[in-house]
């Protein structure tokens, strides 16, 4: 997507840090060159011209600016961002090292206050949260890899007691540390919901489209033919108020039981965003739903796919080119249903195979080309989840063919990232338009601006949004 000059200004004027990289700005009165989000005096827009890389300015005579260090951007070097990377890993190394939140700050060498401002930039939670779920991670590792008790479980990575360590279990797994344990053997489980839990949305995110050929929803019968780490395997839900009861064809129940958790989006903070929805007097936003989850795509690759798929056409047509695609490359299991292809099957593939499917030539580039990175081993996608926000964000905005919207659509909806908004989403535009009572569609920077209260959930504000305009489930 080339923008054109004079959207290249206006996302100058915004200090648009989405579009660092993508563009840098050479000041011609001034020899110098910035990032667009540079704070810096913003310049004429005839004194502007755009480079795509720091070296084409340099060769064009400008020099660095020394405000906004586009090289160092460029270069991917960020020493705060890099501190507080650092500071994290530690953290999920060995979170029993960090008594609580107090302990994070005094070893992060800033300040408190600056310390929770990067954590909500660069993470989008607290460093609180992180602890908490660094802790029940590194619980999870260790009841699938020894035989530990639990006691000593719990007390090994923080949790000052059993019971805390229950509570926070299964409030973002759904089911108790025993329960999670037998996982190792298990080809079903079940899933406890909280209390409130919106089925009818649920079922409505599982059945958007009905002509699926990877996933099914019967009465309360959930079927989807998913892609695990070692093959294609059938994923049964059954769903119930209360509680839903999974079954997986293989001996691969921890990781269907993940696979779980993101569909539901049950490790969402759901009810803490309906708090800041209220606190706010908008309420009606949440109304009905105030458990609403975002259901994250089976895997990183699925949501990757749909993002470059769903590009600029209607729903529809997204839905036919994806079963298309899973057709020509995916893997049929059983009762019609075929599995989501693989990156490696995506990358056997020629542009000259999707086109006769109604692939835009470029968009078959894109789709072939972003599977050949993940083959080639130049886009990790595991990696991603476990990086901050802002390098996923980054890694995945130096993609040729993911844009922001795509970027931040799948940061929220395949990586969990709870503080994204897909900007220049038409469905968010509209839902704001009706919520907030707007004469007209807000552009860009309004959206920016009327989401920014929403942080740090503006994934989940993004979310509603989407079903503000819509009729309310059964
Ligand atoms: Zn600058």
Request: proline share 6%; glycine share 8%.
């Amino acid at each position: 997507m080339r923008m054109t000059n004079a959207t290249m200004y206006a996302r100058v004027l915004a200090s648009d840090a989405s579009c660092n990289g993508r563009f840098f700005t050479g000041v011609l009165t001034t020899g110098i060159y910035c990032l667009p989000a540079c704070k810096a005096r913003k310049p004429k827009p005839e004194n502007v011209r755009f480079f795509p890389t720091c070296e084409a300015a340099r060769a064009a005579g400008l020099r660095p600016c020394k405000k906004c260090h586009p090289d160092d951007f460029a270069r991917g070097a960020d020493p705060v961002l890099e501190t507080i990377e650092s500071l994290v890993a530690e953290v999920r190394e060995n979170p029993a090292a960090f008594a609580d939140a107090g302990a994070i700050v005094r070893r992060s060498g800033f300040g408190a206050t600056r310390v929770f401002e990067l954590f909500r930039l660069h993470y989008h939670t607290t460093p609180a949260d992180l602890l908490v779920r660094a802790r029940v991670a590194a619980a999870k590792r260790q009841l699938l890899a020894t035989r530990a008790g639990l006691a000593e479980i719990a007390s090994g990575v923080g949790f000052e007691s059993l019971s805390v360590f229950h509570e926070h279990f299964r409030r973002l797994n759904g089911l108790t540390p025993a329960a999670y344990r037998e996982l190792r053997s298990d080809r079903t489980f079940e899933v406890a919901l909280p209390a409130g839990y919106p089925l009818g949305y649920l079922r409505r995110a599982l059945s958007r489209d009905i002509h699926s050929i990877a996933e099914r929803l019967a009465g309360d019968t959930y079927t989807a033919a998913v892609q695990l780490s070692d093959g294609p395997a059938l994923l049964t839900l059954q769903l119930s108020a209360g509680f839903i009861r999974a079954g997986i064809s293989r001996e691969v129940g921890a990781e269907a039981h993940a696979l779980v958790v993101g569909l539901l989006g049950l490790d969402e903070d759901a009810a803490a965003f309906s708090r800041l929805a209220k606190r706010l007097g908008l309420a009606r936003l949440v109304a009905g739903r105030t458990e609403l989850r975002i259901s994250q795509t089976p895997s990183v690759f699925d949501g990757l796919l749909w993002s470059i798929v769903g590009q600029q056409i209607n729903f529809p047509f997204a839905c036919l080119l994806k079963r298309r695609l899973i057709e020509r490359a995916g893997k049929p299991l059983a009762d019609g249903l075929s599995a989501p292809p693989t990156p490696a099957a995506v990358a056997a593939l020629e542009p000259a195979d999707l086109l006769p499917l109604q692939f835009s030539r470029q968009k078959a580039d894109y789709v072939i080309q972003t599977a050949r990175l993940i083959v080639d081993g130049k886009l990790d996608l595991a990696a991603l989840r476990d990086m901050s926000a802002t390098r996923a964000e980054r890694t995945l905005l130096a993609v040729r063919g993911l844009g922001p919207w795509s970027v931040n659509y799948l940061m929220m909806r395949a990586l969990g990232f709870s503080d994204c908004v897909p900007l220049g989403d038409t469905g968010v535009t509209s839902g704001l338009q009706a919520l907030l009572k707007l004469e007209e569609r807000p552009d860009l920077d309004a959206t920016r601006r009327l989401m920014a209260v929403f942080s740090p959930y503006r994934s989940l504000a993004t979310a509603h949004l989407w079903q503000f305009n819509q009729p309310i489930p059964s």
